[in-house]
Structure formats: structure tokens, C-alpha cells
């Protein structure tokens, strides 16, 4: 009987040696920083693929898609994120495109204070470098949609008439943020889809850093996962999670479709030419 004793003994010590040194495993992990939503990979021939299933739809023909596959009320943005700039003729304004996400928040540094030009330009430089880059920018390809989680409670642009142009090089379709932009009017004439909540004058340094890269974020109330469809028009910003979006396409467009024929059949009665809206 001792014997059993002992032996429980000597096994419940050294079980409980092990959760302690697990447990310190997982605290000095989680203390140096852990995301828990895994970031997903895709080859841009998948893109590719799924971007062709979303083609031409509208944000209300995939909100009834979402409806269709149980997410109801689920990845509609804020309306206050709303388009910069509207094409009637065309809808060059919409696009459909592949989350790339990076987040920048707000800089609790020092500001620059009176300088020399010099040294003003020097500390604008090592801003931009070392503390609010763009690292995302090799991460855009063909049919990307860069979604910006960023600062909305200072006056900072962090997209301008010059970046959002050399992002579009790279093959990105539209950006999407829950804060700023300025040279609008430059980037209205440039003609880049840009979905934003306001406009914003100041640069980046000392105002944001950058905090992290496709990593999951959360743009207009909603959880944007790297991966997931930006469908993007008029009428907002609607977010497809990546796992129902083959269903909530081929929902979205019997919807788009049989709207289409109804409408064209109204064109017809009332003596109008077919449009861009009805082909």
C-alpha cells in the first residue's frame, strides 16, 4: 500500500512539474506576442479562379449571397466607407478583388519639434523607413485589394496621389480603408477605386506606425482575413470569407442575372437604350 502511495505521489509531482514548465512555455511565448487567426496562403492562379466566379457582381447581389449561405448581416462595411470618386457611364469605380491587409496605429512618439529643414527632411526619411513604411507593397499582385486597418482619430493621409498609383503597378485593384486619404483630387483624376471614410492632409511621420502585414484586421466593423473577397461599388463594401465564397458567388449571380433580364425587359417597354448596367 505504502508502495502505491509513493508512487502516486512521485507521479502527481512530476506531472505537476510538467504543466508548471509547459504553462511557462506558453506564458513566455504568449508574452513575446501570438496571433491566434492563422493568415491562409493562396497561389494567385486560385485568385485567379475565384476572382472570375465574382466578376461584374454588385455589393447587393453578394449581400443576398451572404444571406444565402446563412451570413446574414455579416461583412457589409460601414456605409461611412463609401467611395472617393463615382463613374455612371462605366462603374470604373467598382472592383472585385483578394484582401492584402497591414494595419497602422497610432504613434506615441515624440514629434519632430522645430528643426532645420535638413534635419526635418532627414527625420521625415528615417519615419518613413524605419516606423510607418509600406512592406506590403511586394505582397500586391494581379487582383489584390489592399484594406487598410488604420488611424482615423488623427489627420493623417497615408494614401496619396503618388503610393496608391505605384500600388496599382503591382496589379492592385482597389483600396479600401477605415480612415483617410489625401490628394484626392489627384487620385480622383487617376482614376484609382479608393473606399475610405474621409480625407486626411498630414503625412505619416509623427502620426502612425506601421504594426503589422497581412495579418487579420478590422476595416468598417468588419474582420477582413487575408484571402478573403473585396467586392467594392456604390453602394459600399462587402467582405466574402474565403471559405463560402464559391457559394455566395453562384447565389449572387442567378440574383444579378435574373435582375439584369427584368430590367431589360423595362428598357424595352419604356423605349431605352441598353446600357452598361443591363449587358
Given at each position: 500500500?505504502?508502495?502505491?502511495?509513493?508512487?502516486?505521489?512521485?507521479?502527481?509531482?512530476?506531472?505537476?512539474?510538467?504543466?508548471?514548465?509547459?504553462?511557462?512555455?506558453?506564458?513566455?511565448?504568449?508574452?513575446?506576442?501570438?496571433?491566434?487567426?492563422?493568415?491562409?496562403?493562396?497561389?494567385?492562379?486560385?485568385?485567379?479562379?475565384?476572382?472570375?466566379?465574382?466578376?461584374?457582381?454588385?455589393?447587393?447581389?453578394?449581400?443576398?449571397?451572404?444571406?444565402?449561405?446563412?451570413?446574414?448581416?455579416?461583412?457589409?462595411?460601414?456605409?461611412?466607407?463609401?467611395?472617393?470618386?463615382?463613374?455612371?457611364?462605366?462603374?470604373?469605380?467598382?472592383f472585385v478583388g483578394i484582401a492584402v491587409t497591414a494595419r497602422y496605429v497610432p504613434t506615441n512618439r515624440s514629434p519632430a519639434g522645430k528643426r532645420s529643414t535638413e534635419d526635418f527632411d532627414a527625420w521625415v526619411g528615417e519615419w518613413y523607413t524605419e516606423l510607418s513604411p509600406e512592406p506590403f507593397?511586394?505582397?500586391?499582385?494581379?487582383?489584390?485589394?489592399?484594406?487598410?486597418?488604420?488611424?482615423?482619430?488623427?489627420?493623417?493621409?497615408?494614401?496619396?496621389?503618388?503610393?496608391?498609383?505605384?500600388?496599382?503597378?503591382?496589379?492592385?485593384?482597389?483600396?479600401?480603408?477605415?480612415?483617410?486619404?489625401?490628394?484626392?483630387?489627384?487620385?480622383?483624376?487617376?482614376?484609382?477605386?479608393?473606399?475610405?471614410?474621409?480625407?486626411?492632409?498630414?503625412?505619416?511621420?509623427?502620426?502612425?506606425?506601421?504594426?503589422?502585414?497581412?495579418?487579420?484586421?478590422?476595416?468598417?466593423?468588419?474582420?477582413?482575413?487575408?484571402?478573403?473577397?473585396?467586392?467594392?461599388?456604390?453602394?459600399?463594401?462587402?467582405?466574402?470569407?474565403?471559405?463560402?465564397?464559391?457559394?455566395?458567388?453562384?447565389?449572387?449571380?442567378?440574383?444579378?442575372?435574373?435582375?439584369?433580364?427584368?430590367?431589360?425587359?423595362?428598357?424595352?417597354?419604356?423605349?431605352?437604350?441598353?446600357?452598361?448596367?443591363?449587358?
Amino acid at each position: 500500500m505504502r508502495a502505491i502511495f509513493v508512487f502516486l505521489t512521485v507521479f502527481a509531482s512530476a506531472m505537476a512539474a510538467a504543466q508548471t514548465a509547459q504553462e511557462g512555455t506558453a506564458s513566455e511565448e504568449l508574452r513575446t506576442g501570438k496571433g491566434f487567426i492563422e493568415t491562409p496562403v493562396f497561389t494567385a492562379g486560385e485568385d485567379e479562379k475565384l476572382l472570375g466566379l465574382f466578376e461584374g457582381l454588385r455589393v447587393a447581389d453578394v449581400s443576398d449571397g451572404m444571406d444565402a449561405v446563412g451570413l446574414h448581416n455579416t461583412g457589409l462595411m460601414d456605409p461611412a466607407i463609401h467611395p472617393l470618386w463615382k463613374d455612371a457611364e462605366t462603374y470604373s469605380h467598382r472592383f472585385v478583388g483578394i484582401a492584402v491587409t497591414a494595419r497602422y496605429v497610432p504613434t506615441n512618439r515624440s514629434p519632430a519639434g522645430k528643426r532645420s529643414t535638413e534635419d526635418f527632411d532627414a527625420w521625415v526619411g528615417e519615419w518613413y523607413t524605419e516606423l510607418s513604411p509600406e512592406p506590403f507593397d511586394v505582397l500586391l499582385r494581379s487582383g489584390s485589394a489592399l484594406v487598410l486597418d488604420d488611424v482615423d482619430s488623427v489627420d493623417v493621409g497615408s494614401i496619396g496621389s503618388y503610393n496608391i498609383l505605384a500600388w496599382k503597378r503591382r496589379g492592385m485593384v482597389g483600396v479600401v480603408t477605415n480612415a483617410t486619404a489625401r490628394d484626392t483630387d489627384e487620385i480622383e483624376t487617376e482614376g484609382v477605386p479608393l473606399y475610405f471614410r474621409g480625407v486626411g492632409r498630414g503625412i505619416r511621420p509623427g502620426r502612425n506606425e506601421i504594426e503589422s502585414v497581412n495579418r487579420p484586421v478590422v476595416c468598417g466593423g468588419v474582420l477582413v482575413i487575408p484571402g478573403d473577397v473585396i467586392v467594392a461599388d456604390g453602394d459600399g463594401v462587402v467582405v466574402v470569407p474565403r471559405a463560402v465564397a464559391e457559394g455566395v458567388a453562384r447565389y449572387a449571380r442567378t440574383i444579378l442575372d435574373i435582375d439584369k433580364a427584368g430590367r431589360r425587359e423595362l428598357y424595352r417597354e419604356l423605349g431605352l437604350p441598353d446600357d452598361p448596367s443591363v449587358e
